[in-house]
């Protein structure tokens, strides 16, 4: 059973394109998450996805960022105009459906995003 | 929110030592608290997790204890290895799926 695969793993961009991150969970697994990590911090939660719906989103920067998790293939953050702020490290993580409300966390490698 | 402060920001054990991380989170309703190891370049790995009706919690090496009064949970590893050397993290979830993490403890085991 393959691990959450997370693709690209490195990825340069100029200020002002746009960045897409993509994160296939574990098979078995509806629930996506991303977090962002920058140099010597903690992970920061962005966003909860299940298939074709947003649960929470509550850590998203309102503008420029965006995800999805379609019914067919990877989810993807997007990351429009991208400032060199956004340099970081973006992990997406999976888990299975929900029982008793206990679940587990797995994380992929993570794309490691610069803008130059 | 949640708020999660974990301590110390680095730690230095010689080679069969044993090493404590802990962590203080704010919100009283958290019921889950996963502990992640992170190597170099790798992402965050589950170890050890302990449930809010729980108190303690062992694997092998590796012990979680929670004191739900206190709002603070604590992780023992215990004849540390050098493979131990990592970044850990301590998390707390109110049961959303919105994990709050700490802000990391970079273990050095020396040989």
């Known amino acids: 059973n393959a691990g959450v695969m997370q693709n690209p793993r490195h990825l340069v961009r100029r200020r002002g394109q746009e960045a897409r991150l993509r994160c296939s969970p574990m098979?078995?697994?509806?629930?996506v998450y991303w977090y962002r990590q920058l140099p010597e911090e903690g992970l920061k939660f962005m966003v909860y996805?299940?298939?074709?719906?947003?649960?929470?989103e509550s850590g998203m920067p309102k503008e420029r960022f965006s995800a999805e998790f379609p019914k067919e293939g990877p989810s993807i953050l997007r990351i429009q105009q991208v400032v060199r702020g956004d340099s970081a490290a973006y992990f997406c993580?999976?888990?299975?459906?929900?029982?008793?409300?206990?679940?587990?966390?797995?994380f992929g490698p993570g794309t490691r995003l610069t803008v130059t | 929110g949640e708020n999660v402060e974990q301590h110390p920001s680095t730690l230095s054990v010689q080679e069969g030592d044993s090493a404590v991380i802990k962590c203080t989170y704010s919100d009283s309703a958290s019921n889950y608290f996963p502990w992640y190891k992170q190597e170099l370049g790798k992402g965050p790995q589950l170890i050890i997790d302990?449930?809010?009706?729980?108190g303690e919690k062992k694997d092998q090496r590796i012990a979680v204890t929670l004191n739900k009064t206190a709002k603070h949970f604590s992780l023992h590893i215990t004849e540390t290895q050098p493979e131990d050397s990592a970044v850990y993290f301590c998390a707390a979830d109110l049961g959303y799926q919105k994990v709050t993490f700490g802000t990391g403890t970079k273990l050095q085991v020396i040989p």
């Open positions: 302990i449930r809010s009706n729980v």
């Open positions: 098979k078995g697994h509806s629930h």
């Open positions: 996805l299940q298939k074709e719906n947003i649960i929470d």
């Open positions: 993580a999976s888990s299975p459906r929900l029982a008793g409300g206990y679940y587990e966390q797995y």
